[in-house]
């Protein structure tokens, strides 16, 4: 008995060390039915595997079989494309003398865009789940695989969680292809470079690499590949898996990756000199390095004029200042520094808080975690319901609360304010309910000073991250004041002249500062690889 | 050590912080009252003289911190002796800049909390931001000193309908030798203590400027806290003579239109982040300063217990108020001297004597 | 612990040791419990504090005004002002002790509740108290971090507790009230509001005497009211002398305090009087020593316009206003001539004519100081007031105008 306890934690530690079997290389034999025989049996019989047997040649001809997966192939061009010319050929048993026969076939009868020759198991196998089909040929060795891929995806839509109010409302999509071509229609350039590989032993998701060559950073590139390649991981569902396993800092709560479901933001963080990671089965592209005034800035702030952008983008470091401080710096002021409040608002204020039962300190994180509460559940419940809920919620129960005499009313208003610009910075959310929460208890404990030393620690965290070797706090930490004209402003477009001098150094300069430019004809041209 | 490097922009602003430290809410030679902007225009120059000689010890022996310098020109022994000494210096600033900030938030807003609930804290964020190193501490000082910058602009603001000139005058009621060791007592705090800094130079990424960033740095606090007294005595009067912090009073006479009153704590917490900065900068010459001197590989274990110490010693030197304010005033001048001038002095001479001495050898 | 990634290494920020070790030390904080943290509803706010000699004549008695935060709430169904069983917006708490700050201590004894002090608007000495010496009991105020200096200081022949009881007309809490008619007073210029750090100041100069407002109970018909219409006079730090209204108006005038306000003159050419309101004042001093004693220029422009007038005449021609302002200039004159006097009688100071000798001519100062009194008394002094009469208000000549006798 505690022998058997022994024994499964030692199997279970003996497990997490061993390393995966390798996969064997094994090739197609020429005999049809043990490979089709061998595809059964490493599928499990399973019931979208279809098999479609043929013969080619006059006569009985040559024994062969098509394979696909049922629903990840495209059947119209299977059947068009590969089925009747294959038929045809068939008909017409043409002698094929000594040109090799699946030469022959990929030449001359196949009428598919991309067609392999492949001589492992494994790896047409592979193939066969990626959707691509696969014809067997008696005596041959080798199979033929086409590339009919052709599932059912979304269609191309405007992201939920990045709407903007001008310009493009395209998002990325869950199929890796179709979102490396929406790229490419936003930069034309044959220097956007992609790169993909297999991660995950499982999922054998496709994860591709994106830069700009020319303009990014070789050896940021080569962090990154590096990076990825050292992740062994069983599964990737989303992007995030990757993530957490190539960040520079995976215990801070800050994000040093950052995201995006927008190709245009993609596009232009790419053009600025950053490398850009998509996975196949999620819209979520990440870019890297990751700049903490990133967050700070959204698509629609180069799409309306600057005055207001300018204005906006002011707005939302407010909105970021309220939704951490505002909790902690009204519980400060309540409980230890009242002789900062003006006279009447003191009046007022201890009027409200009489007669309830809770330190400040203990309403605000109560209403806090019951605001949480109820965002997570509007989140959950089904839409129709969702938005009532929200309001029934925030009025109804707060009101009732202040009336009861649990809440006062001033922490309700401080909360709800608290709630409302905690949104308008959405990549800093996580970081944003932690530092909150963290600084309202500081503010309990020790007043504006514990905010101070909450504040100080927080500073002090952020000056040492880095993300792929830029410092996080760029451009305000070490302050680069050319990089500063886009991140508490937004200087006219004519007046961003130059890249973010750590992360696109390559090509410092994007093109001439000044509105009436004079566009020189073609030198190395807007195609060379000048960027 | 460190492989941290900073920029001289970065060292511009980390000099100012540290100029401007604990000075701020307790300044030097208040005897003086209304003629103290004036005898610190002096002290400034003294200052930046001190100053100067310093850096020509770095110039002389470039990329090597003073403990280095120590042991190259006094042996190995005399050098360790000597950086014992100003191991015992660092100590001694840091932990009075420690206290004072903590009999500060005492005696203004927390009268009852004992002493280790606002020093833990303090010094864990300082010894975290220690270990980080030298670019991290300056990373920070940034937004920081900038924030200090912008908060004087706007307190010029604020006070343009309470300052009353008529209360900086008289102006040179003092005897001038009166006035000329208050100078000096001010030239040597704060302005000498920035000889700490030999420690640092060294990651300066740019060997050239350091010379000028020192100065700069030493010129733009100079005036910060100039301005600051200007004002201070502008707005109190002679009142400002009998308080312990004027710089905090002066806060709490803000007044417009009765609604952007009461705003001193602002200030307050600014000054400390001022505070915090130069506690840092001090424990970390102190870790690095240990390190040399054993000959350690790194810096970084040794912050935390010194931090430990660092807070100790904030109890012992300066248990209360009245004894930190004679220490200023009767001690520091002396100490200060010792440190800032002498000692430097010293090593120069012996330096550029040696090196006299193996050319007329060589030769 | 880990490399920082400033090392290119992953951050990975503490060791196991260190980890559980900084555990440790954040739960320090916790152990104790928040030492300062003050609840709101655990504190009585005072408003207004009174202070005066103890029961005995030794010590001090002092009466705080604190507020009933409930009942000060936005006008409910009950109506504004404490009708039909609601409570007074604030009550009043006696305590006697030593000192002022033992005193304070004492009177928490009483209060279910710690008395927080910043937000007091006025300090009121009794008189007994200021002939006995005020300095001592200002102390407290300026060395504790809560009562902040920028508030009012006043004197009171009643007893504060007195004075603090009065109903207040259109706020809800006396000390307030009180504030608010010492600005008022300030704008016409009838007295010198004094602040704590204005006493302060001027206490410290050692040749200048202070003077504070002194505010009394006014019963009529039944009902009392605050008014203030004297200034008290204090040398060194002791009550010594009083000013009327009219010697008050002449030391503001002295000392460039007169904002605003209205002087009324017998009318030229007619019986009736004239009010001008002033728009616009100017004083320039100037003191000058030698050996013998100081000599003090007074130097006042006014500007000010014709408010009102009761008599018939018109008053807007050139000859009338040139009329109207000598006679403004005499009043004014008279009114300094009128706080020069008292002052000469009581041996103060309270221009500051030695405060400005020390500012500029320092040396002078010093030699004359010890024989201060002597000087101020014996000072040359010469006043010079012009008056520009700038507007006549909407009309020209009153609507009972008759044309004069004689044209």
């Known amino acids: 008995m505690m022998f058997g306890f022994l024994r499964r934690k030692l199997r279970l530690a003996y497990l997490r060390k061993k390393p995966p079997t390798p996969s064997s290389r094994r090739n197609l034999s020429p005999d049809l039915e043990a490979n089709l025989a061998a595809f059964r049996r490493k599928l499990g019989a399973s019931p979208d595997l279809i098999i479609r047997r043929l013969r080619l040649g006059p006569e009985t001809g040559i024994a062969g079989a098509l394979l696909m997966i049922g629903g990840l192939t495209d059947q119209q061009v299977v059947n068009r494309d590969i089925i009747r010319p294959l038929m045809n050929e068939m008909k017409q048993a043409k002698g094929k003398g000594t040109e090799d026969l699946l030469d022959y076939l990929a030449d001359k009868v196949v009428v598919i865009g991309e067609v392999r020759r492949e001589p492992q198991f494994e790896q047409a196998l592979d193939l066969l789940l990626q959707g691509d089909t696969i014809l067997l040929l008696d005596g041959e060795e080798e199979a033929l695989v086409f590339t009919t891929q052709g599932w059912k995806t979304r269609s191309i839509q405007e992201p939920e969680s990045e709407q903007i109010i001008r310009g493009p409302h395209e998002g990325f999509t869950e199929d890796l292809r179709t979102n490396t071509a929406l790229l490419r229609r936003k930069i034309t350039n044959p220097g956007l470079q992609f790169e993909e590989t297999k991660i995950g032993r499982r999922t054998q998701t496709t994860v591709a690499l994106a830069y700009l060559r020319g303009v990014v950073n070789e050896k940021l590139v080569k962090e990154v590949r590096t990076r990825l390649k050292r992740v062994n991981i069983d599964q990737i569902l989303d992007a995030n898996y990757l993530v957490e396993f190539i960040s520079d800092a995976p215990f801070s709560i800050f994000p040093t990756i950052t995201y995006t479901e927008r190709p245009d933001v993609a596009a232009a963080k790419l053009l600025e000199g950053r490398v850009a990671i998509l996975v196949d089965g999620t819209p979520m592209v990440n870019t890297v390095p990751t700049l903490w005034v990133e967050s700070f800035q959204s698509p629609d702030d180069y799409n309306f004029s600057f005055h207001y952008a300018t204005l906006i983008r002011m707005l939302r470091y407010l909105s970021f200042f309220l939704a951490v401080f505002s909790p902690a710096i009204f519980v400060a002021l309540a409980s230890y520094h009242q002789e900062l409040l003006p006279t009447p608002l003191l009046v007022t204020l201890s009027g409200a808080t009489e007669g309830t039962p809770f330190p400040i300190v203990v309403e605000m994180i109560m209403m806090g975690a019951f605001f949480e509460i109820l965002r997570e559940a509007g989140i959950r419940i089904a839409r129709p319901v969702g938005s009532t809920i929200s309001i029934v919620g925030a009025l109804v129960i707060g009101e009732a609360a202040v009336s009861a005499g649990l809440v006062g009313g001033p922490t309700i208003i401080v909360v709800a304010l608290t709630a409302i610009t905690s949104f308008v910075v959405p990549r800093q959310v996580t970081a944003g309910i932690v530092l909150r929460l963290t600084y309202t208890l500081l503010a309990g404990m020790l007043g504006a000073y514990g905010i101070l030393i909450g504040m100080l620690f927080t500073l002090l965290h952020l000056a040492s991250l880095r993300s792929f070797g830029v410092p996080y706090l760029s451009p305000l930490a070490p302050s680069t004041a050319a990089d500063l004209k886009d991140v508490l402003v937004r200087v006219p477009i004519w007046a961003m002249g130059t890249r973010p001098r750590l992360i696109g150094w390559p090509r410092p300069q994007r093109q001439p500062v000044g509105f009436d430019q004079v566009v020189e004809e073609e030198r190395e041209g807007a195609n060379g690889a000048d960027g | 050590m460190d492989q941290g490097k900073i920029s001289p922009w970065q060292l511009t602003l980390l000099v100012m912080s540290f100029t401007i430290g604990n000075w701020i809410v307790l300044p030097a030679g208040t005897e003086a009252w209304q003629n103290l902007w004036l005898i610190m225009i002096l002290a400034l120059g003294e200052g930046l003289v001190f100053a100067y000689l310093s850096l020509l010890l770095f110039r002389r022996f470039p990329g090597k911190t003073l403990f280095e310098i120590f042991a190259l020109v006094f042996g190995s022994v005399g050098g360790k002796f000597l950086s014992l000494l100003f191991l015992w210096f660092f100590l001694q600033t840091g932990a009075a800049a420690l206290m004072i900030f903590v009999t500060l938030l005492k005696t203004t807003i927390f009268t009852a909390t004992p002493d280790m609930a606002l020093l833990v804290p303090w010094m864990l964020i300082v010894i975290y931001g220690c270990r980080r190193g030298i670019e991290v501490i300056a990373r920070s000082n940034e937004p920081l000193i900038i924030a200090t910058i912008v908060l004087l602009f706007i307190s010029v603001l604020l006070v343009l309908n309470i300052l009353d000139p008529a209360n900086l005058l008289p102006l040179f009621n003092l005897p001038l030798s009166d006035a000329l060791w208050i100078s000096v007592g001010i030239a040597v705090f704060p302005f000498g203590q920035n000889v700490l800094f030999l420690m640092i130079l060294p990651r300066v990424n740019r060997r050239q400027k350091v010379t000028g960033a020192v100065l700069k740095g030493m010129i733009g606090a100079g005036g910060y806290l100039l301005l600051i007294q200007f004002l201070t005595v502008g707005v109190v009067g002679k009142v400002g003579e009998i308080y312990v912090f004027p710089s905090y009073e002066f806060y709490r006479m803000i007044d417009i239109a009765r609604v952007l009153t009461r705003l001193e704590l602002i200030p307050l917490l600014n000054f400390m982040t001022m505070g915090f900065i130069k506690i840092m900068l001090c424990l970390y010459a102190l870790a690095v300063g240990t390190a040399q001197v054993f000959n350690l590989r790194t810096y970084r274990p040794l912050v935390f217990p010194l931090g430990a110490l660092l807070l100790i010693a904030a109890f012992r030197f300066a248990p209360s108020i009245s004894q930190h304010l004679r220490f200023v005033e009767e001690v520091n001048p002396y100490f200060g001297l010792f440190y800032s001038v002498f000692l430097p002095l010293l090593t120069l001479g012996v330096a550029l004597v040696r090196g006299w001495l193996r050319r007329r050898v060589t030769s | ?407």
């Open chain 3, 1 to 407: 612990m880990g490399r920082t990634a400033d090392q290119g290494g992953r951050n990975r920020p503490f060791s196991k040791g260190g980890l559980r070790l900084l555990m440790i030390l954040l739960l320090i904080p916790l152990l104790g419990g928040c030492w300062d943290l003050r609840e709101l509803d655990s504190l009585a706010l005072v408003f207004g504090m009174g202070l005066d000699l103890g029961p005995q004549g030794d010590g001090y008695r002092l009466t705080f005004e604190i507020v009933r935060a409930r009942q000060i709430q936005t006008p409910g169904p009950g109506g504004s002002g404490g009708g039909g069983g609601q409570r007074n917006p604030y009550w009043l708490l006696q305590a006697t002790g030593p000192t002022v700050f033992e005193a304070v201590r004492n009177a928490t004894l009483q209060s279910s509740r710690r008395l927080f002090l910043s937000h007091t608007q006025v300090f009121i000495i009794g008189e007994e108290l200021a002939k006995a010496g005020i300095s001592p009991a200002l102390d407290f105020i300026i060395r504790d971090h809560e009562p902040r200096i920028v508030k009012w200081l006043l004197l009171t022949p009643d007893e504060p507790k007195q004075v603090l009881a009065v109903e207040p007309g259109l706020e809800q809490i006396t000390a307030v009230a009180i504030a608010d008619l010492i600005q008022n007073y300030g704008i016409t210029s009838k007295i010198k509001p004094v602040r704590v750090v204005d006493y302060l100041e001027t206490r410290m100069h050692k040749t200048s005497a202070n003077t504070l407002p002194i505010i009394r109970i006014k019963e009529t018909a039944g009902k009392k009211e605050l008014i203030i219409d004297r200034t008290g006079v204090i040398k060194g730090d002791k009550l010594v002398g009083y000013l009327d209204p009219k010697e008050t108006r002449g030391l503001l005038w002295v000392q460039d305090e007169v904002d605003g306000g209205v002087v009324t003159v017998d009318a030229p050419g007619g019986e009736g009087k004239a009010t001008m309101e002033l728009f616009n004042a100017d004083t320039k001093l100037t003191v000058e020593g030698n050996e013998h004693g100081i000599q003090v220029r007074i130097e006042v422009k006014v500007r000010s316009g014709l408010g009102a007038q009761t008599t018939s005449v018109d008053l807007s021609t050139t000859n009338q206003i040139e009329r109207l302002e000598k006679r403004q200039a005499e009043v004014i004159r008279e009114e300094i001539g009128a706080a020069l006097t008292k002052a000469r009688d009581l041996k103060a100071d309270i221009f500051g004519f030695g405060e400005y000798l020390y500012r500029h001519d320092h040396r002078r100062w010093k030699g004359l100081e010890s024989e201060w009194e002597r000087y101020f008394v014996g000072a040359e002094v010469d006043v010079s007031v012009e008056v520009m009469v700038e507007e006549v208000g909407l009309i020209t000549k009153p609507t009972i105008y008759r044309a004069p006798e004689g044209g």
